[in-house]
């Protein structure tokens, strides 16, 4: 028999390591997202200069959206089916565009299981659910865009190590925790 019995063991294999495609914070409410080439991650407050970082969080339900992230390999799709020529990341509020991995597999479906990821040398952060998207990207970018972006709107991660994250820096397993499997 395999040594790969059931699906707990496939939980944390994966064959390709991620990379940080872009950066976008939000400065302030209803202004604009901006494209930044590095960024400083501070767990309680997330990715510094984004509007969410502006105060500490401090219990476990608040800081499960430290930090948003896309599927940059998703973005045509939601363009397409959104019926948009072109679609930027700095429309689809969210902070880290991602390529090259499966960002949903990057949490586990088993609650014993908690796969740790790391970004570039030094963050550490955990995916902790998935982005929905809500009714402003309908009036941002378009009839329909809601429902394109529904499943394909990225993960939310909580930070456990901060540091600077850079495009073109590497995310991958740092390691598995699991719990009476």
């Known amino acids: 028999m395999s040594p790969i019995e059931n699906l707990r063991d496939l939980s944390d294999r994966f064959s390709t390591e991620g990379r940080i495609e872009a950066i976008v914070l939000r400065p302030a409410r209803q202004e604009p997202s901006i494209f930044v080439e590095t960024v400083e991650a501070l767990p309680g407050y997330g990715l510094m200069g984004d509007r969410r970082s502006a105060q500490l969080r401090s219990n476990t339900a ?3 959206r430290e930090i948003t ?10 363009a397409r089916w959104g019926n948009l020529e072109e679609l930027s990341p700095l429309k689809l509020r969210r902070n880290l565009v991602v390529s090259g991995i499966n960002l949903l597999a990057m949490r586990s479906p088993f609650p014993n299981i908690t796969l ?66």
């Open 62 to 64: 608040s800081r499960k």
């Open 69 to 78: 992230l896309i599927q940059a390999e998703h973005i045509p799709l939601i």
């Open 116 to 181: 740790k990821w790391q970004i570039g040398e030094q963050v550490q952060f955990e995916i902790t659910g998935p982005c929905d998207p809500c009714s402003r990207m309908e009036k941002e970018l378009g009839h329909g865009v809601y429902n394109a972006m529904r499943g394909h709107g990225g993960m939310t991660a909580r930070l456990l190590v901060g540091g600077e994250i850079r495009v073109g820096d590497r995310i991958f397993l740092r390691s598995c925790i699991k719990k009476d499997c």
